[in-house]
């Protein structure tokens, strides 16, 4: 990855941050190289994070899993924060209802879902940035023009409760903070 590409990550991670008392458990879906947790390190008691690529060995505090999530998330206690960003557009809307589902059934009763989301805008943007060799962290071939209003519904399909939409980076990403009642 670079510069650039750290940089938007770390734009998406911080907005977790508000959500995460101490002593939290957090799911971090489509992990990478588990810099959310290492963000968010003095604030938790434990983490798992997933994904489809290669992922950090796990410790004592955290656990990583290799596979796609929700069939590959092993049976366990709830967590009181689910992260997904800048996942949701990347996933099948074959698969969405049952990636919702998955989010809502990993969170306890008032946990939070955080989702960030860029707009349908972003694609155009990314295919200039890797011309250009700004960025190359992003696969272009996941990128649909996903609509994040999209999103919105999925959640609340899966009985979550929009709390929060704001808009961050220039208006071009979405964060979405759901809440299980």
Known sequence: MKWLDYR???????????????GARVLDIACADGAL?????DRLSAGV???????PSSTAKYRYIRGA?????????????????AVVEHI?????????????????????LVVTVPSSRVDDL???????????????????GF??????AMFER?????????RFELGLNHLLVFRKP
């Open 147 to 152: 609509d994040p209003r999209k999103a919105i």
């Open 126 to 144: 990314l295919h200039v940035m890797k011309a250009v060799r700004l960025v190359d962290g992003m696969r272009d071939d996941q990128h649909y």
């Open 158 to 166: 899966a009985g979550l409760l929009l709390e929060r939409h704001s």
């Open 37 to 41: 947790f290492r963000v968010l390190d």
């Open 92 to 112: 099948p809307e074959a698969d969405q209802a049952a990636f919702a589902a998955g989010c809502a059934r990993e969170l306890r009763n008032g946990g939070h």
């Open 69 to 85: 999530f929700p069939s590959a998330m092993p049976p366990g206690e709830p967590f009181d924060v689910v992260a997904a960003l």
């Open 8 to 22: 938007l990550q770390w734009e998406r991670t911080r907005r977790v941050l508000p959500y995460v008392a101490q």
């Open 49 to 55: 994070g997933i994904d489809l690529d290669p992922v």
